[in-house]
């Protein structure tokens, strides 16, 4: 994904190919390490793992964003933190293989297709025409949102700080609260932070007022939406399906509900997965590197 030779008579460079589900395990693995490449958010970096790694001097994260990581923690323990480029345009693309394999029933009709099963046992939900309820108008939510308009379906969005000037910027209605947009909506995507304010956003009264015959895809943070209500609402019909990307635990436990509630689509966090990302978050990386060890770190964050 990078060529790596750039720093490769400075650096002693290794892959972990394998998650490491606790701090002591990220211990055991990268205790000897001064630098180490972090993708996406798998890893928490607290206080605690931060004083178990005296020898870390540079930690990169791939995007400019990373929730897992304790800023302040790695600023007081001398750590610099460092980011990298990242595309927004394949968590839209992932949005939308939930949406229409949720619409079509992909999965089931495919299953069914190589096991020798029915043939056509399952009608589809159309979009042209339908309600996409978008819960977060920013980068992603508002291609997103122009992907449904290309479908022909009616857009409505919502957000807390979201204004009517900056909906219709992007060719689309202002609802004119969340309980609406959850109401009238045939499909609500979620594209939001995780905040305090978000934590929690989607709960059970919220599932219920959604429509029977309506789907629900969350591809930004688990949390957003209360995970036991979206078991339940799943068992017992409130809602026609769900799609998620994202979980509150990942990997996934073998047994966790999620697995076999009906009329769920999950992914293993693919969102950002793609081989443009993947090359511009290890080219990345390199950069972060030569600049680290130049003395003129980039793109650092800060708490």
């Known amino acids: 994904m990078a060529d790596w030779t750039s720093v490769g008579t400075d650096v002693e460079v290794r892959s972990l190919q394998r998650h490491l ?16 490449v972090a993708m996406r958010e798998r890893t928490p970096f607290t206080d605690s793992l931060f004083a178990r790694l005296p020898q870390l001097r540079l930690l990169i994260t791939s995007g400019m964003r990373n929730a897992s990581i304790d800023l302040a923690a790695a600023a007081r323990h ?12 394949p968590p839209v693309e992932l949005t939308w293989a939930l949406i229409l394999g949720l619409a079509r029933n992909v999965v089931r009709e495919a299953n069914a297709l190589r096991d020798a099963g029915p043939w056509q ?22 291609k997103v949102a122009r992907v449904a308009q290309a479908f022909g379906m009616e857009v409505a969005a919502w957000s807390e700080h979201l204004t009517a000037e900056r909906a219709a910027a992007a060719g689309v209605s202002l609802a004119s609260s969340k309980e609406e947009l959850l109401e009238t909506s045939d499909f609500v995507s979620v594209h939001l932070v995780l905040s ?3 934590r929690g956003l989607i709960g059970e009264d919220d599932l219920k007022r959604m429509r029977p015959t309506a ?17 339940r609402a799943l068992h017992d ?15 996934l436990p073998a047994g966790h509900p999620l697995r076999t509630a ?21 080219e990345g ?5 030569e600049a680290f060890l130049a003395g003129t770190p980039v793109r650092v964050l800060t708490a």
């Open 21 to 36: 589900p606790t701090e002591d395990a990220v211990v055991a693995a990268t205790a000897d390490c001064e630098i180490v």
């Open 78 to 89: 001398g750590v610099t933190v460092c980011g990298t480029a990242s595309n927004s345009e």
């Open 121 to 142: 046992s399952t009608l589809g939900a159309d979009l042209y025409g339908r309600r996409l309820g978008v819960l977060g108008l920013g980068k992603i939510g508002t």
């Open 196 to 198: 305090d304010r978000t």
């Open 215 to 231: 789907y629900l895809v969350n591809t930004s943070r688990a949390a957003i939406v209360d995970q036991d209500a979206l078991v």
């Open 237 to 251: 019909g409130w809602i026609a399906g769900a799609g998620a990307d994202v979980f509150d635990m990942e990997p």
């Open 262 to 282: 009906p009329n769920f689509l999950g992914l293993p966090h693919l969102g950002y997965v793609t081989r443009r990302n993947y090359e511009g978050y290890f």
């Open 285 to 289: 990386a390199v950069e972060d590197i």
